[in-house]
């Protein structure tokens, strides 16, 4: 008898321990995207470039840090719409009256680099389907699962 109670207790216990919310750490590969996100609009907000653009990733950024289910749709929604802009960027840019392909110039402060435009595109749409790696990844599902409202200004 004493046996049956024991394993009644490990069973209440057991099922104690399963009741109890597990909270998933920050994910190192989506901290290291929210960086970049909101070095991204920083930048945008200096160069006064799409300034409420910049503002809205800002807030997605902290929705997200608060682990808000808001920030998780809009980092989703935002990575498949950025995947989808990026891919369709060498149609967006095609211009039958120049077709002279030549490197694109980029100014960063002082230095003026010239890059291939295929290389820019590949990197660019590489780098989205990093980012859309990154959001449906199960562990920044894991993080942003907790059951708050859908105010990212709460």
């Not at 199960?138 to 907790?146: E, N, T």
């Given at each position: 008898?004493?046996?049956?109670?024991?394993?009644?207790?490990k069973?209440?216990?057991?099922?104690?321990?399963n009741?109890?919310?597990?909270?998933?750490?920050?994910?190192?590969?989506?901290?290291?995207?929210?960086?970049?996100?909101?070095?991204?609009?920083?930048?945008?907000?200096?160069?006064?470039?799409?300034?409420l653009?910049?503002?809205?990733?800002?807030?997605?950024v902290?929705?997200?840090?608060?682990?808000?289910?808001?920030?998780?749709?809009?980092?989703?929604?935002?990575t498949?719409?950025?995947l989808g802009?990026?891919?369709?960027?060498?149609?967006?840019l095609?211009?039958p009256?120049?077709?002279?392909?030549g490197?694109?110039?980029?100014?960063?402060?002082?230095?003026?680099g010239?890059l291939?435009?295929?290389?820019?595109?590949?990197?660019?749409?590489?780098?989205?389907?990093?980012q859309?790696?990154?959001?449906?990844?199960?562990?920044?599902?894991?993080?942003?699962?907790?059951?708050?409202?859908?105010n990212?200004?709460?």
């Amino acid at each position: 008898m004493t046996e049956t109670n024991a394993q009644a207790e490990k069973a209440q216990v057991a099922e104690a321990a399963n009741l109890q919310p597990v909270k998933a750490k920050l994910p190192k590969r989506l901290l290291a995207l929210l960086l970049v996100l909101t070095q991204a609009s920083i930048s945008g907000l200096m160069a006064e470039q799409g300034v409420l653009f910049c503002m809205l990733t800002l807030l997605m950024v902290i929705a997200v840090l608060g682990r808000q289910k808001a920030g998780l749709y809009m980092l989703r929604g935002y990575t498949i719409i950025q995947l989808g802009l990026v891919s369709l960027l060498p149609v967006i840019l095609y211009d039958p009256d120049n077709l002279v392909v030549g490197p694109s110039t980029f100014h960063l402060g002082d230095w003026q680099g010239k890059l291939p435009d295929w290389l820019v595109f590949t990197v660019l749409i590489l780098l989205a389907v990093l980012q859309v790696w990154i959001a449906f990844t199960p562990k920044v599902k894991a993080y942003c699962h907790i059951k708050n409202s859908m105010n990212i200004m709460k």
